[in-house]
């Protein structure tokens, strides 16, 4: 199986939502913009976010086998995705690619 590296690239905030609809609270995530993580065997790799591996583990999985094009040729490198967080006021959006065995 191939390995995974997955690169939180960006994360969006949602101002505008959060005052209307979220309770305040003092801790929100954890991850950082630049934070990368490497999953061996399609496994969720040790100190991501269980709320991020949620959204992408399909596609870690998919990869890890060597497949890849997703929806016939989204990304240019076919053996990547962008996927985002289900956070709906503040989604990360990580880059996943494969680098090798």
Same mark, same amino acid.
């Given at each position: 199986?191939?390995?995974?590296? +997955?690169?939180?690239?960006r994360?969006?905030?949602y &101002?505008?939502?959060?005052?209307?609809y %979220? @309770?305040? +609270?003092e801790?929100t995530?954890?991850? !950082?913009?630049? &934070? &990368?993580? +490497?999953?061996? =065997?399609?496994?969720?790799p =040790?100190?991501m976010?269980?709320?991020?591996?949620?959204?992408?583990? %399909? #596609?870690? $999985?998919?990869?890890? !086998?060597?497949e890849? @094009? #997703? *929806?016939?040729?989204?990304?240019?490198?076919?053996?990547?995705?962008?996927i985002?967080c @289900? =956070?709906? #006021? !503040?989604p990360?959006? #990580? *880059?996943i $690619?494969t +680098?090798? $065995?």
């Amino acid at each position: 199986m191939k390995k995974v590296r +997955i690169t939180a690239v960006r994360q969006t905030e949602y &101002q505008d939502l959060m005052a209307k609809y %979220e @309770n305040p +609270i003092e801790h929100t995530c954890d991850v !950082r913009v630049g &934070q &990368q993580w +490497i999953s061996t =065997d399609g496994q969720c790799p =040790d100190g991501m976010c269980l709320a991020a591996w949620g959204s992408m583990r %399909e #596609f870690v $999985e998919s990869l890890a !086998r060597g497949e890849g @094009n #997703f *929806y016939d040729g989204w990304m240019k490198n076919p053996m990547s995705a962008m996927i985002s967080c @289900n =956070d709906g #006021f !503040r989604p990360f959006s #990580f *880059y996943i $690619e494969t +680098i090798g $065995e």
